[in-house]
Nanobody, 121 residues
């Protein structure tokens, strides 16, 4: 059984920054590719960013490229999503997901419960 937990969501003004964190349990953290997805109210879930095991490669949605950075620290069993220059349209529930390889995007099997990000204008 693989468990995924996100943290770090909150309320921020437009132009501000937040950093989300993601940890997993059940297998060695370094074995997983990790992805971030988001779902705004009334919208479909969409891909945000992903990083493969071993630290690369990374992939970003066009809507966040240049503003968001995904990274991982396998020594701390934690992945991060650094979100800068936030916009109101970034408001959503953000989900971390894990899988054996980034090649399975977007069909990752293991999902966290989500963390809420609200960007005020």
């Amino acid at each position: 059984q693989v468990h995924v937990i996100e943290s770090g969501g909150g309320l921020v003004q437009a132009g501000g920054s937040l950093r989300l964190s993601c940890t997993t349990s059940g297998r060695a953290f370094s074995d997983y590719a990790l992805g971030w997805f988001r779902q705004a109210p009334g919208e479909e879930r969409e891909f945000v960013a992903a990083i493969n095991w071993g630290g690369g490669p990374t992939i970003y949605a066009d809507s966040v490229k240049g503003r968001f950075t995904i990274s991982r620290d396998d020594d701390k069993n934690t992945a991060y999503l650094q979100m800068d220059s936030l916009k109101p349209e970034d408001t959503a529930a953000y989900y971390c997901a894990a899988e054996s390889t980034i090649a399975k995007l977007p069909a990752f099997d293991y999902w966290g419960p989500g963390t809420r990000v609200t960007v005020s204008s």
